[in-house]
């Protein structure tokens, strides 16, 4: 027969004692993000004061699978974390990326966005895709991030040491709309090379390239080191493979003929078992905004990244070679924003 335990009223004042204790101690914790207080139906006018009104940033990133979702989320904690001090507060959302981003931005939808550095220099200037939108002169830059220099990789044991030492054989670059794909064409224009410089220029997808150079089918293949990871999860054991260097006065051009390519270095040991680093160059990543964003968001955004560099590093092995003294500089072809001039001045970042 089972027991029912009934509390006498000493138990139970024990009982409701820990349970108000426990609902105290719940309502002091929270997320480093602050829930909004609900405000009065009718707050009394008196109460009301120009200095408390919010400002509420919206930040669009990329999808939710990128590494720059996350990032948008970092920042907006990062923000979120003194909203009492600035009132400010910042929200993150998933976009369909950097196009899309910069449109959205200019009709308003976002403050504060990411996009390749590529798609910056032509939103500002009103070439490529966005010929039709016309030149977005109220576009404003306010931290550049990590390079994503391109990945060259070869068979361990090849003879290719540089990329000059691909002419006259079959070659990976990914699909010809890849972003790896355009980059190198802008090399190959330089070195005025074309598709008859190689013997063969197969056009795949990246987990495809994988495979076809394991299986010696191609020579060399072309990715982005910042999806490298992803890719040679895929690989074999047994295959070996290393990375080439993509330098040279040629690339030199590029980046001086067109200022959103950088050049980048990929760690040793970061990949493949690497002994040196791997000079290579690419695009990047920067974060605009409109020149009515506003100015204090920005300034406490851009404080918010520098005053905590080393945990936004930590985010993700790709920001591990970021370096605070280029978030105001590199890929950069807008104007900087005055909000984040105002910090990088202060911060004795800006020349």
């Avoid at 391109?150 to 990914?174: K, N, P, Y």
Wanted: one cysteine or more; aromatic letters at 8%; a neutral charge.
């Amino acid at each position: 027969m089972s027991r029912i335990f009934c509390p006498d009223k000493r138990s139970f004042n024990g009982v409701a004692l820990i349970f108000s204790i426990a609902i105290l101690m719940l309502a002091g914790c929270g997320s480093d993000e602050q829930a909004e207080p609900e405000a009065p139906e009718q707050p009394p006018q008196s109460t009301i004061k120009r200095g408390d009104v919010e400002t509420h940033l919206f930040l669009g990133t990329g999808s939710v699978k990128g590494v720059y979702f996350p990032i948008g989320g970092v920042i907006c904690r990062l923000v979120n974390r003194h909203q009492s001090k600035h009132s400010i507060r910042c929200t993150v959302e998933s976009t369909s990326g950097s196009v899309s981003n910069l449109r959205q931005l200019r009709s308003g939808m976002f403050d504060l966005v990411v996009t390749q550095s590529d798609w910056q220099y032509h939103a500002y200037k009103g070439t490529s895709t966005f010929a039709k939108d016309g030149p977005n002169e109220n576009l404003r830059a306010v931290f550049a991030l990590e390079p994503d220099p391109l990945a060259l990789l070869v068979r361990e044991e090849s003879e290719i040491q540089q990329f000059d030492d691909l002419r006259d054989r079959i070659v990976s670059f990914g699909y010809s709309r890849s972003l790896q794909h355009r980059s190198v064409d802008d090399l190959l224009e330089v070195k005025g090379w074309d598709d008859d410089s190689f013997k063969e220029i197969r056009r795949m997808s990246d987990t495809r390239q994988i495979a076809e150079i394991c299986a010696d089918n191609v020579a060399a293949v072309l990715l982005l080191s910042s999806s490298l990871t992803d890719y040679l999860a895929t690989k074999p054991q047994e295959c070996r493979l290393r990375m080439v260097p993509i330098s040279g006065p040629e690339v030199e051009t590029v980046i001086k003929q067109k200022p959103y390519y950088r050049r980048g270095i990929i760690p040793k040991g970061m990949y493949l078992d690497s002994q040196e680093d791997v000079t290579s160059f690419g695009l990047g990543a920067i974060f605009v905004a409109s020149e009515s964003t506003s100015p204090k968001a920005i300034y406490h955004v851009v404080k918010e990244i520098v005053e905590n560099f080393r945990d936004f590093q930590s985010l993700h092995p790709s920001l591990q070679g970021l370096d605070k003294r280029e978030l105001p500089y590199a890929g950069i072809s807008a104007p900087l924003h005055p909000g984040a001039i105002r910090y990088y001045k202060e911060a004795r970042l800006l020349k």
